[in-house]
């Protein structure tokens, strides 16, 4: 285990990709013990013979589908009627549309590269800072792995056996309030500096619900998953599928964002991205059988057993290494090496699976945003191509918010037990 681990970080400072990073430390561990070397392969397709995670590449479809079939700008317009008026107008406009955008891509990185591809152009323009438009759409991406349907939802559910659905209605109050805590945190920082709204007054209401009537088959999206979740009528998995047909109906027939000759191009774009998550689980699943034969799920509940038995006290610890571990982990990767080992920890202190879902996701989350080697910092940035320097100057405010709202759902669990107690 410890050569393991010696590979494991001589991969990582070489720069590999995650991926290989973990299946590489994964392999020569099994390598040492030649009996065992069939493991490596036979977990791997083991891992992924799961219909349940049919719903990843189905919802990357649908996201992929959304955002070429014009309904990125019809949510923009939607989200300008309702927030432009306020300080730091443009940058209000991005959060609300990564709040609307969140609820079908279900990843931080394709919802920050959306805003930093489109918004962030236009806040340099009206005369926002650079740093400040690539932080705006990082941080707003946040949302999205908290809002149904979320590729990182979808995976910790089939990694604890946690109903799916729970953990999608779960995040809905949570992705309210970092929008909220986001909001608020572009308010202070626009005051201060003078970034102007986009209008001075509010747009009348009908105007507001012109916009939202063009953006209506968009915003249909994320209605249809609750009612379809909660009425029992699709799995989650099946609710993939029908997202995806719905995304490409609507962007091609309705909006004619796109024709049916970029359908083969859209198609390779999702099967790309839903090669680079599966193979990421693959990885992990691989390494988290190195773990457990070594026992460290039962090293690691032990020595925070010995700290505290207070729950919350675990979860303060657990929130700050997981803060730590995300800063230099793809956060997918991350969760899928880790849930295994703490799902044993909360449940021996009776916490639900429900809220340490949501917080587990929103931490890695965080993580993925925060230097020095966040993937969704580093997404943005080759973008905008906004300096590491100023980027963690200006994210400052941002990480205060987020952690603090990171606390709130820590510490006040009803805030995601609510909904899904209530309807299911």
């Not at 988290?288 to 010995?306: F, I, K, N, R």
Request: glycine share 8%.
């Amino acid at each position: 285990m410890i050569v393991s681990g010696i590979v494991f970080i001589l991969l990582l400072i070489l720069g590999v990709p995650i991926a290989f990073v973990i299946l590489g430390a994964s392999v020569f561990y099994f390598a040492l013990n030649p009996m065992m070397a069939s493991t490596v392969a036979q977990r791997m397709a083991s891992s992924l013979e799961s219909f349940p995670l049919l719903a990843v590449p189905f919802f990357i479809v649908a996201g992929a589908a959304m955002a070429r079939g014009g309904i990125a700008r019809r949510l923009y317009d939607f989200a300008d009627g309702l927030v432009g008026h306020w300080h730091g107008g443009l940058a209000q406009v991005a959060v609300m549309n990564s709040l609307f955008l969140g609820a079908m891509s279900g990843s931080s990185n394709a919802d920050a590269a959306i805003d930093a591809r489109t918004i962030a152009p236009i806040m340099r323009e009206r005369g926002y800072s650079n740093g400040f438009a690539s932080v705006v759409s990082a941080a707003s991406g946040a949302i999205a792995p908290i809002m149904p349907p979320s590729i990182g939802l979808i995976v910790y559910g089939l990694l604890t056996e946690t109903s799916i659905g729970r953990l999608f209605i779960g995040g809905v109050i949570p992705a309210m309030i970092i929008t909220a805590a986001l909001l608020l945190t572009v308010r202070y920082v626009a005051k201060r500096r003078g970034y102007k709204p986009e209008r001075e007054e509010r747009l009348p209401a009908r105007q507001i619900a012109t916009r939202a009537r063009a953006a209506l088959w968009a915003l249909a999206m994320p209605v249809l998953l609750i009612i379809g979740l909660r009425g029992g009528w699709f799995t989650p998995t099946e609710l993939g599928a029908i997202a995806a047909l719905y995304a490409f109906l609507v962007g091609i027939f309705i909006y004619r964002g796109f024709g049916l000759s970029e359908t083969y191009d859209l198609l390779r774009e999702s099967a790309l991205t839903t090669a680079n998550v599966l193979f990421i689980v693959a990885s992990a699943a691989v390494f988290s059988l190195v773990l457990a034969l070594e026992q460290v799920p039962q090293a690691l509940l032990s020595g925070l057993l010995t700290i505290s038995d207070n729950k919350y006290v675990v979860l303060l610890i657990l929130n700050v290494l997981l803060l730590v571990l995300g800063t230099m982990l793809e956060g997918l990767a991350l969760m899928v090496i880790l849930v295994p080992i703490l799902i044993e920890v909360t449940r021996t202190l009776g916490i639900d699976p429900v809220h340490f879902g949501i917080v587990l996701v929103f931490n890695t989350t965080i993580g993925s945003i925060t230097p020095p080697v966040g993937t969704v910092l580093y997404t943005v940035c080759s973008i905008t191509r906004c300096s590491i320097e100023e980027f963690t100057k200006e994210f400052l405010p941002f990480l205060a918010s987020l952690i603090g709202v990171l606390l709130l759902l820590t510490f006040v669990p009803p805030l995601v037990t609510f909904l899904p107690n209530l309807l299911f």
